[in-house]
């Protein structure tokens, strides 16, 4: 699990905590109560998943996690460049290609890390250094991300790696936060505001505990991001 996934499934265990802490509320809703019940099934298996994901891991490298890490946030700094650039250019096909945010690329697996970060060089590479400076992102940036990048494929490309992919670990976590952020996002939010009225104490600490406080790495800034989910 890379940290913004740890951040995000830490909400969701204090979402549950807080509803189990006042079932009275909770119950006021039945469908919201299932939904609490099954948010609780999700991370209790991603902790099962975490762990044994973590043991199997033990044979690779801190460095090969820095190395994902620093990728990811070149991703998303060169992509938003591109964006810009794009939105300036009023190109609408260009800001789509680059659309890459925070919350959607941190809990993307390796495959897609790798296949994202693709794009993003593929777009960076039909742009003009000048225009790519002038939107923050210089001419050695753009080498460390590519040096980067291939890094990051050829360990990937390892057979140990491949072995790693083959038990699906991250695939099903990848696939437990996408349940989760729906089930969240369409049946808790949806009837949480009910309770303002029937439990407005539960609301706020609802609320609170949705938030997502997620540190990225030191290159960018030490200050935490908060992300309602």
């Given at each position: 699990?890379?940290?913004?996934?740890?951040?995000?499934?830490?909400?969701?265990?204090?979402?549950?905590?807080?509803?189990?802490?006042?079932?009275?509320?909770?119950?006021?809703?039945p469908t919201f109560?299932?939904?609490?019940?099954?948010?609780?099934?999700?991370?209790?298996?991603?902790?099962?998943?975490?762990?044994?994901?973590?043991?199997?891991?033990?044979?690779?490298?801190?460095?090969?996690?820095?190395?994902?890490?620093?990728?990811?946030?070149?991703?998303?700094?060169?992509?938003?460049?591109?964006?810009?650039?794009?939105?300036?250019?009023?190109?609408?096909?260009?800001?789509?290609?680059?659309?890459?945010?925070?919350?959607?690329?941190?809990?993307?697996?390796?495959?897609?890390?790798?296949?994202?970060?693709?794009?993003?060089?593929?777009?960076?590479?039909?742009?003009?250094?000048?225009?790519?400076?002038?939107?923050?992102?210089?001419?050695?940036?753009?080498?460390?991300?590519?040096?980067?990048?291939?890094?990051?494929?050829?360990?990937?490309?390892?057979?140990?790696?491949?072995?790693?992919?083959?038990?699906?670990?991250?695939?099903?976590?990848s696939e437990l936060?996408?349940?989760?952020?729906?089930?969240?996002?369409?049946?808790?939010?949806?009837?949480?505001?009910?309770?303002?009225?029937?439990?407005?104490?539960?609301?706020?600490?609802?609320?609170?505990?949705?938030?997502?406080?997620?540190?990225?790495?030191?290159?960018?800034t030490d200050t935490?991001?908060?992300?309602?989910?």
């Open positions: 699990m890379n940290d913004y996934q740890i951040s995000t499934k830490s909400s969701y265990k204090l979402i549950v905590n807080e509803a189990k802490n006042d079932a009275k509320a909770v119950s006021l809703i109560a299932k939904g609490i019940n099954r948010l609780e099934e999700i991370t209790d298996e991603m902790d099962l998943l975490a762990v044994q994901q973590a043991k199997d891991l033990k044979g690779i490298t801190k460095d090969k996690k820095n190395v994902l890490e620093e990728l990811i946030d070149y991703t998303i700094d060169v992509a938003g460049a591109i964006h810009s650039y794009a939105e300036t250019k009023n190109n609408l096909t260009l800001q789509t290609k680059v659309n890459f945010k925070i919350s959607q690329v941190s809990t993307m697996n390796q495959e897609e890390v790798i296949n994202t970060a693709a794009i993003t060089l593929e777009e960076a590479g039909k742009l003009p250094a000048d225009a790519l400076a002038e939107e923050g992102i210089t001419a050695e940036e753009l080498t460390q991300f590519t040096e980067l990048y291939n890094q990051f494929k050829d360990t990937k490309d390892g057979k140990r790696e491949a072995l790693i992919e083959r038990i699906n670990y991250t695939d099903r976590l936060f996408a349940e989760a952020a729906n089930l969240k996002k369409n049946k808790l939010d949806r009837l949480a505001t009910q309770f303002q009225r029937k439990a407005p104490e539960f609301f706020l600490k609802y609320k609170a505990a949705a938030t997502v406080i997620y540190k990225r790495g030191a290159k960018k935490p991001t908060q992300e309602t989910k």
